[in-house]
Nanobody, 129 residues
Framework: QLLLVESGGGLVQPGGSLRLSCTAP????????VGWFRQAPGKEREGVSC????????YYTDSVKGRFTISKDNAKNAVILEMNSLEPEDTANYYC??????????????????????RGQGTQVTVSS
């Protein structure tokens, strides 16, 4: 079992920014493909952004391209999601997901086909004036 812990959510005005962090206290995230999903009430879950274990490949859903950036902070064993130019439509519970690299995931299968083995509890992001 992989424990994933998210932090960084909150309330922000439209146009503002937030920085989400996903850490794994008992594992090395370099061994996992990691992603960020979100789900708003009454809506399907959505793969927002995913990053390969090496950090060389990433994926963004169309609605966040140019506004969100995913990266790895190896020193902190964390995956970061920088969110800029936030819109009310970005309001959702954001949660971190992962699948071990030996199971052959790609950023496309994780985010696009929604295939992962572990998920965190999530952190709420609310964009409102």
């Amino acid at each position: 079992q992989l424990l994933l812990v998210e932090s960084g959510g909150g309330l922000v005005q439209p146009g503002g920014s937030l920085r989400l962090s996903c850490t794994a206290p008992e594992a090395n995230l370099d061994d996992y493909v990691v992603g960020w999903f979100r789900q708003a009430p009454g809506k399907e879950r959505e793969g927002v952004s995913c990053i390969s274990s090496s950090g060389m490949f990433d994926y963004y859903t169309d609605s966040v391209k140019g506004r969100f950036t995913i990266s790895k902070d190896n020193a902190k064993n964390a995956v970061i999601l920088e969110m800029n130019s936030l819109e009310p439509e970005d309001t959702a519970n954001y949660y971190c997901v992962a699948r071990h690299k030996t199971r052959g995931p790609t950023v496309d299968t994780m985010c696009g086909d929604k295939l992962y083995d572990y998920r965190g509890q999530g952190t709420q992001v609310t964009v409102s004036s």
